[in-house]
């Protein structure tokens, strides 16, 4: 349903983060990996994540919600196991991509698909080293969904370096070697979010880590099984993102975010907004499910522009379409560059938040590799085109809370990948977004 935002009056209150994407979709592909029964609590109940637990079923986990826990009875052993249907990932880039890594560690054969967005993102990336460790595929021109995954459960070990930091083909390649006997190595140029890392280690693997760098080496031993534990799933920085970035622009607002991960892998936005002059104030530090979280009190603040230095990207690479709402309130230029992988996540969201800003009065420049935006007042008024992408989405939104005239968006549902509180907690807060049919 399209739905738009209009200018709000200052926003109020205390909110609670949603749990965290990333640590959600491992939460439940580890223990579907794992001997015995993981719990889950925390699990955010997004649509990428209701996905992911639908595929580790039909690799043969069995996932169930009682009360507010998930309880999760793995493989172990017995190993993930060949699906009677196809592997259905929905929207999830990450599911899609750690899944492929887990199975390709077992006797299997598995086909992949997701929906349109998914379909068009590219897969070579995890297929190309899972294929150097002995899987074989087919796939769409490209490597793109969907891809039938097929391996005899003897792969070979594998020393890697991605040509960029990627969380995402980090954790493929070390779930992949779990089940591999040797030693598999991962080399980061830059340090991407390592939850995986964190995580495997409390599913008993021993796994390395060395500094190299402005990055570093992991490295894991296997086979390994991994044994089932509980996890207590953090608030979602990058959830915590979209209200952050509406207090801070919608003049008077004041609010306090509870049971945000404060990784360090994960704050880059954080650190960028101080620079800019945001008045953010963490407090209440203490640990949840092996990550530090914090609270964050959040006060309207006077922005100005900053150049956003490109080896941070990996540390808000899902922050940039609301930083550039941030950037189209503060006082001068605000460059965001070095993040030509922008490109190709749910849409390209270098040029989707290009148009979704020109759409409604505010300048920009758009490079290759990122773009920069000029700040003022906002005229608002334009529709803005989703391209089904979650993140477009609520960063039009909060746009439109310190707009002349209301922003639409042509599509809210995909709100819920990521999201699927977004409106109730951002009426709590008193912004105004309806729904135009409503
Ligand atoms: C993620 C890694 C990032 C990020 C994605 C979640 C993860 O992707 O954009 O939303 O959970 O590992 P890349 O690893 O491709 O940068």
Not at 43 to 50: F, K, Q, W
Not at 121 to 130: E, F, H, K, T, Y
Not at 267 to 275: C, I, K, P, S, V
Not at 365 to 382: I, K, L, M, Q, R
Request: aromatic letters at 4%; glycine letters at 10%.
């Amino acid at each position: 349903m399209a739905v738009s935002s209009k200018r709000a009056p200052a926003l109020k209150g205390t909110i609670i983060a949603p749990g965290d994407k990333s640590i959600s979709h491992r939460a439940l592909i580890f223990g579907a990996m794992a001997e015995g029964e993981t719990v889950v609590t925390g699990l955010l109940e997004g649509a990428d994540i209701m996905s992911t637990a639908d595929a580790m079923r039909a690799l043969g986990a069995s996932i169930t919600k009682k009360g507010a826990r998930w309880h999760v009875i793995g493989c172990g052993e017995s190993g993930l196991q060949t699906p009677k249907g196809d592997v259905d990932c929905g929207n999830a880039g990450t599911g899609v991509r750690l899944i492929m890594g887990a199975a390709a560690g077992y006797a299997l054969t598995a086909r992949f698909i997701g929906d349109a967005s998914l379909s068009v993102r590219p897969m070579g990336r995890v297929l190309d080293p899972l294929s150097e460790m002995g899987i074989s595929y087919t796939s769409e021109p490209g490597g793109r969904l969907p891809v039938t995954l097929s391996s005899n459960g003897k792969l070979t070990p594998l020393d890697y370096t991605p040509p960029h930091a990627s969380a995402q083909v980090k954790s493929a390649i070390l779930l992949a070697g779990v089940s591999t006997a040797g030693t598999t190595t991962v080399t980061e140029p830059t340090l991407s979010r390592d939850h995986t890392e964190n995580m495997l280690k409390a599913f008993g693997v021993d796994v390395k880590v060395k500094k190299a760098g402005a990055g570093q080496k992991v490295s894991l031993t296997g086979p390994i099984t991994l044994k089932a534990t509980n996890v207590d799933v953090p608030g979602d920085p990058s959830s915590a993102a979209f209200a952050i970035i509406a207090a801070l622009t919608v003049p008077g607002s004041d609010i306090i975010i509870e049971n945000v991960m404060m990784n360090p892998t994960r704050t880059g936005l954080f650190e960028t907004l101080t620079e800019m002059g945001a008045y953010l104030r963490t407090d209440n530090f203490r640990t949840s499910g092996g990550e530090i979280i914090a609270d964050i009190h959040v006060k309207h603040s006077k922005l100005h522009g900053v150049t956003v230095p490109p080896e941070r990207a990996p540390s808000m690479i899902d922050e940039y379409p609301i930083l550039a709402i941030a950037a189209a309130h503060a006082a001068g230029t605000t460059t965001m560059r070095g993040i030509a992988e922008m490109r190709v996540k749910e849409s390209d969201r270098i040029s989707a938040t290009v148009a979704l800003l020109e759409n409604n009065g505010v300048r920009t420049t758009e490079f290759e590799d990122g773009f920069s935006v000029t700040g003022g007042p906002v005229a608002g008024g334009g529709m803005v085109v989703t391209h089904h992408d979650h993140r477009i989405a609520m960063s039009a939104l909060i746009l439109g809370l310190n707009a002349d005239a209301p922003i639409s968006i042509d599509n809210s549902a995909m709100i819920a990948t990521s999201f699927p509180t977004f409106f109730d907690v951002m009426a709590s807060l008193g912004a105004p977004i309806n729904g135009l049919n409503a």
